[in-house]
């Protein structure tokens, strides 16, 4: 994986251009945009103080506070890896996300499959990863993602949020926080172009919400419980019920207690 043509130290770091937005509908959006009519550029972060039309994953809405939250986008250049090692990306941006976060709350973060961001049972961040694809190597990846910081009321349609101020009780400058989390991104993305992306997994598991414990999930409308073992390089969550299963990203739905 690591055999590829671009000069890790040629590309700028992660947050090197950081473009503040007053308002839009999505930064994810606005960043395809960019890449679309061929503006986009490695490292540039699209920060919104408020999103019209955020987005979640599966297609749900991201609601959040105006100037509350860290709500952004980054373009990648992710040219050197294959589609088949995608959700390596996911697993080192997940982390990157894990260690901010940690730097701030010392206890109780976890990783929930695929890419929620967990303060032991609440939801305080998520993900959103979409790609750009040519044949079997990607092109660019905007990698979007929302943190919970200073807000304590929160959108009804929204079961389980937490954010750092409710958990620590202290109100943060969302800027300089924004900045932080964009120094840990480039730091993993960094040690993913180096070739570590085995490693990489290997800690996204160990870090990973419920890890070796029971849960429950949904498919096709029916709910049963299982052991989560972990999640494969495909990105696949690997369970046993009896037997040994894996399930694919929107196969499979989390029913939260």
């Known amino acids: 994986m690591s055999t590829h043509n671009i000069d890790i130290n040629s590309l700028p770091p992660i947050g090197n251009t950081f473009i503040e937005l007053i308002s839009i509908d999505s930064t ?22 408020t999103q019209t039309n955020g987005r979640g994953s599966r297609g749900k809405a991201w609601h959040s506070q105006t100037g509350s939250n860290i709500m952004l986008s980054t373009i990648l250049n992710t040219s050197w890896l294959s589609v088949n090692k995608q959700f390596y990306l996911s697993a080192a941006m997940g982390l990157a996300t894990y260690d901010f976060l940690k730097s701030q709350v010392k206890e109780g973060i976890s990783i929930k499959w695929t890419n929620d961001i967990y303060y032991i049972n609440k939801k305080i961040g998520g993900i959103l990863i979409e790609n750009n694809i040519r044949g079997n190597k990607l092109q660019w990846s905007i990698v979007g ?20 101020t409710l958990i620590t009780n202290k109100k943060y400058k969302i800027l300089s926080l924004a900045h932080k989390l964009c120094e840990h991104l480039d730091i993993r993305f960094k040690q993913l172009m180096n070739g570590n992306g085995e ?8 870090k990973l919400y419920k890890q070796g414990q029971k849960i429950k999930l949904k498919k096709n409308g029916i709910v049963f419980s299982c052991t989560l073992n972990g999640v494969t390089d495909e990105g696949h969550l690997a369970v046993k019920n009896g037997k040994e299963e894996s399930f694919d990203f929107g196969e499979v739905e989390w029913v939260l207690d």
Not at 28 to 37: D, E, G, H, L, R
Not at 145 to 164: K, M, V, Y
Request: charged content about 15%.
């Open 28 to 49: 994810n959006t606005y960043a395809m945009q960019q890449i679309k009519t061929k503006l986009a550029e490695h490292g540039v972060v699209y920060f919104a103080y």
């Open 145 to 164: 993602i929302g943190i919970n910081i200073n807000q304590t009321a929160f959108h009804e349609s929204i079961p389980n949020p937490t954010s750092l």
């Open 199 to 206: 490693e990489i997994m290997k800690e996204y598991n160990q």
